[in-house]
């Protein structure tokens, strides 16, 4: 257990709607990653905070956003979706904002299906 | 550009036999180097990482990996595989501005 925490586990939903997934990071940890895990794609980074202030953006889609609240929670939303956003989105944590030196620590993932 | 390649989506080994994984990497400056596993239906787990210093790296699960400059590889080793081991494996680089980009992933199969 990495002690990251995500929710949902598994989200279905339809095309053009709305979604939110949310990550607990571990105790300690102020910077949070996003990422999208496809088959075709394999494993991209989408968008990482920092204390609350966005640090780093990676391939991520207009339509999908994300903040990190006063305690460190995190939340990603995916809106206007399309059956290509089916995907494990991942949520990561480290102590401090770079990752440069330091490894990240994964949650279990939501896997969302749109239909 | 920065990058990390995998260059085999698929790696069969007997157990008790030693087992490679390969990497190589494209990054400006001194690289930053890291192997992460995934099992079924998990997130990733930390494995081992370069930063700097002895050339073999030494982490969890008895797997090690050797920084190789010259060749700009970081292949990941254990010298006598477990059917455990089998899972998705991905070698990562510190990329500009400290994201980290992840390899397409080698799927280790042990065979019993």
């Known amino acids: 257990d990495s002690g990251v925490t995500q929710t949902p586990k598994h989200l279905i939903t339809a095309t053009g709607q709305r979604v939110t997934l949310r990550c607990s990071p571990r105790s300690g940890d102020l910077s949070v990653y996003w990422y999208q895990q496809s088959l075709d794609q394999g494993l991209q980074f989408l968008i990482q905070?920092?204390?609350?202030?966005?640090?780093a953006k990676g391939n991520i889609l207009e339509r999908f956003s994300a903040q990190q609240f006063p305690d460190l929670h995190s939340e990603l939303n995916l809106s206007s979706l399309e059956l290509g956003d089916s995907a494990l989105y991942f949520c990561?944590?480290?102590?401090?904002?770079?990752?440069?030196?330091?490894?990240?620590?994964f949650g279990p993932g939501t896997r969302l299906t749109v239909t | 550009a920065q990058s990390v390649a995998q260059p085999e989506d698929q790696v069969n080994v007997a157990e008790g036999n030693p087992l490679t994984v390969k990497c190589t990497y494209s990054?400006?400056?001194?690289?930053?180097l890291f192997w992460y596993v995934q099992y079924p239906n998990r997130g990733l787990q930390f494995l081992l990482k370069?930063?700097?210093?002895?050339?073999l790296v030494k982490g969890s699960y008895g797997f090690e990996a050797e920084f190789n400059k010259s060749q700009t590889s970081f292949h990941l080793k254990k010298p006598s595989a477990l059917v455990s081991d089998s899972a998705l494996y991905f070698c990562?680089?510190?990329?500009?501005?400290?994201?980290?980009?992840f390899g397409k992933g080698t799927r280790l199969h042990i065979l019993p």
């Open positions: 990561a944590s480290s102590v401090v904002p770079s990752g440069a030196q330091l490894e990240q620590y």
């Open positions: 905070y920092y204390n609350g202030e966005e640090r």
């Open positions: 990054v400006s400056g001194n690289p930053y």
């Open positions: 370069y930063i700097t210093g002895d050339n």
């Open positions: 990562a680089v510190r990329a500009k501005g400290d994201k980290i980009i």
